[in-house]
């Protein structure tokens, strides 16, 4: 008997087939990974020693038809054929699935990819080879990467610079946002947070004074403010001539009084605040009576003004201080309307002599629209010397009104400033009284004939 013969007579030939050995997937390029087992009724028998595959089973021997060709000792065992055999160590051969004739051939599986060849030094050992039925870990999954979500820019907006004390600076009405819509500023809270700011820096003490007693920060943050109200809104002034004001050194300014209650020298410093381009500030030379009373004489001080004196006058304009005096005194801001605009003798001249021992130059100044704020219509001197006051004025509101006549009426006002007379050549003629007089009659002169070409100007005092 040949060897097929031998095989094609093993028991369960007829109904067994060689499962086909599943493709390995391989790993990252290099191993395979073995795949899971085949179900139980297609799974491969396990190999059998030697001795224990010749003998055959009580079951298969009573399936087994008979047959002339068989044999009463068990068959040879055949030689293995391949180099797996031999290194299984003489394992015996699977059943062949040879079958006999007349049995419909099965439909031909598809071939098994083949192996990739793998050296000595990649082989793996059967120990490592996992069990049949052992559960094998799935690789893991990479987690998937989130893109960063993009965080907005947060908004931007221009840096608050800290103006100085008493400078306006023009504050933006709307600001642009980034989505391109327009929000109004809330210029309150910004008001609000520099006056807070201001009222712990004056509770604290942190702010200067001069040895005149000269506030600049509250000056320009308070009393200019209020003032500046008057002077653009409710006397619509007009000022002239600003550019003879110099933009450095001393000076000394000289204007004509009038107004019952001294507004035209409040004017003055106001236009010269915001019409000179160096912003420069007036240093008033005020009365004595000024000076005594309580409140008004700490304000006057606060505000940069000191006594009318010569001392106090050269000192300041030796300092390159501006210097504001009203020659005409109360003769000037009492005098009754059928006179207004009609100088008042100036003294005995003794500003003119302090600005020629500075040899500083004076600048005449005319303002007209004074006389018409409280026009005095008649004055009680008697009841004046009782209060001791320099004149008690009668107004067409004031004291019939009351606290309402103190209201001053919406003139229209108009403010120049004159060419300046220099005096530096004449600082040895300071105690001349010739040349003092002259001087203060040139300054009059000028003063007076600027007031009439204004009132040309200006032939509605009530007008705009």
Not at 175 to 182: D, F, H, M, N, Q
Not at 272 to 288: V, Y
Request: aromatic residues 6%.
């Amino acid at each position: 008997m040949s060897e097929d013969e031998y095989h094609a007579g093993l028991p369960g030939h007829a109904d067994f087939i060689l499962p086909q050995p599943a493709a390995p997937k391989p790993l990252n390029g290099k191993r395979p990974i073995p795949m899971p087992d085949p179900p139980p009724a297609a799974r491969r028998p396990r190999r059998r020693p030697q001795a224990a595959a010749a003998a055959p089973t009580e079951k298969h021997e009573a399936a087994e038809p008979a047959s002339d060709d068989s044999h009463d000792g068990p068959p040879p065992a055949r030689k293995p054929t391949n180099r797996r055999r031999a290194a299984s160590g003489g394992s015996a051969r699977t059943p062949s699935t040879r079958k006999p004739a007349g049995t419909p051939e099965p439909a031909p599986a598809e071939p098994a990819p083949a192996e990739p060849a793998r050296s000595d030094s990649e082989a793996v050992p059967e120990s490592a080879q996992p069990e049949p039925d052992a559960i094998r870990p799935e690789p893991a999954q990479p987690e998937p990467v989130q893109p960063e979500a993009v965080q907005p820019e947060p908004e931007t907006r221009p840096e608050t610079v800290q103006a100085e004390p008493g400078v306006i600076r023009p504050e933006p009405a709307v600001v642009a946002e980034p989505g391109g819509e327009l929000h109004p500023v809330d210029v309150w809270d910004q008001r609000i947070a520099r006056g807070l700011a201001f009222l712990r820096r004056r509770l604290a003490g942190a702010y200067e004074v001069d040895e005149f007693g000269y506030d600049p920060e509250l000056t320009a943050a308070v009393f200019h403010p209020m003032l500046r109200v008057l002077y653009r809104d409710w006397f619509r002034t007009e000022v002239f001539g600003i550019e003879n004001v110099a933009d450095s050194g001393g000076g000394l300014v000289v204007g004509n009084h009038s107004g019952t209650l001294a507004l035209d020298a409040l004017m003055l410093t106001t236009a010269l605040r915001d019409q000179h381009p160096r912003e420069r500030h007036l240093r008033l030379l005020g009365a004595d009576l000024v000076f005594r009373m309580p409140v008004l004489s700490e304000l006057a001080r606060k505000a940069g003004a000191t006594v009318a004196c010569n001392p106090d006058a050269e000192r300041l304009m030796s300092d390159g201080e501006l210097v504001g005096v009203f020659p005409e005194g109360f003769k000037g801001i009492g005098k009754r309307y059928s006179e207004r605009y009609k100088l008042q003798r100036f003294g005995r001249g003794g500003f003119v002599s302090a600005a020629l021992r500075t040899g500083t130059p004076i600048v005449p100044v005319a303002i007209v629209g004074a006389e018409e704020i409280y026009p005095i219509l008649a004055d009680l001197k008697p009841l004046a010397r009782l209060l001791g006051i320099p004149y008690f004025p009668v107004t067409p509101t004031f004291p019939w009104l009351g606290p309402l006549g103190l209201v001053p009426l919406p003139s229209k006002w108009m403010i120049e400033f004159c060419p300046p007379i220099p005096t530096a050549h004449l600082t040895e003629y300071a105690d001349d009284p010739l040349v003092v007089y002259n001087l203060a009659d040139q300054v009059r002169e000028t003063i007076q004939a600027t007031l009439y070409s204004l009132l040309e100007k200006r032939p509605d005092p009530f007008g705009r």
